[in-house]
């Protein structure tokens, strides 16, 4: 366990993420946007940075975020009941290199008026590849956070495809990168879906913001 959190905060993520979770609705257009219901959180990254395996691991729902990676849906915002008590939102991944730059600009536009007015959504979190670090696109997501005063929080994923010196100089580069952003926390959540690493801390993260 991580010296970060208490044992509390640890059970008090397990019993948030203990409860029932299901896939509410997907949203292409702001006006289908649902009601604001409570504490809000959204998970952003690139294409194929680890988010809906992320989902599926904090929620021990196999293929919850499976819906967000079909034909169709990935583009839209969708939208998760956790438990009744918490809603996540799984943005649409970027960078996408088969995207027309219309349905960038379409998205774009959709995720800014989004995260502009949603007064619940209390903290995203911008996945990042460990074996990648913060690229370009995701210093776009960034700015976009910051334009929005989106409070915003870095997530290493796949840091079982790393050596535990890489994940140390990841971290710390991952981490100046956090500096200089003025929406964002720096301290930086290290992941594996596969093997269950730093799923509870980042649990005990999410229940300590309701
Ligand atoms: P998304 O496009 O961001 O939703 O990404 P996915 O969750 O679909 O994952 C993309 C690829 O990375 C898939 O082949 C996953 O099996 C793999 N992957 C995701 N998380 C991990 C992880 O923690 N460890 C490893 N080794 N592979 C992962």
């Known amino acids: 366990m991580s010296a ?3 044992t509390d905060q640890i059970d008090a993520g397990r019993r948030l993420f203990g409860g029932p979770s299901l896939f509410m609705l997907g949203v292409a257009k702001l006006e289908q946007l649902p009601e604001v219901k409570g504490v809000e959180i959204a998970f952003a990254g690139r294409s194929n940075v680890g988010k809906s395996s992320l989902i599926n691991a904090l929620t021990g729902v196999k293929d919850l975020a499976r819906a967000s990676n079909t034909p169709g849906r990935t583009r839209e915002l969708n939208f998760f009941n956790i438990a009744d008590r918490l809603t996540l939102v799984d943005m649409p991944g970027y960078g996408y290199a088969k995207a027309s730059k219309k349905e960038v600009k379409q998205w774009q536009a959709v995720l800014r008026g989004y995260l502009r007015g949603r007064p619940g959504l209390t903290r995203a979190f911008v996945l990042i590849d460990s074996r990648h670090g913060v690229l370009d696109a995701d210093r776009e997501t ?20 790393i050596k535990p010196a890489e994940l140390d100089k990841v971290k710390a580069e991952t981490e100046a990168e956090a500096k200089k952003q003025a929406a964002a926390f720096p301290l930086i959540h290290a992941t594996s879906s596969d093997k269950g690493w730093g799923l509870p801390e980042l649990r005990a993260r999410i229940a300590d913001l309701l």
């Open 142 to 161: 960034f700015e976009l956070l910051n334009e929005s005063a989106v409070a915003f929080q870095l997530v290493l994923t796949k840091t079982d495809k």
């Open 4 to 6: 970060e959190f208490t």
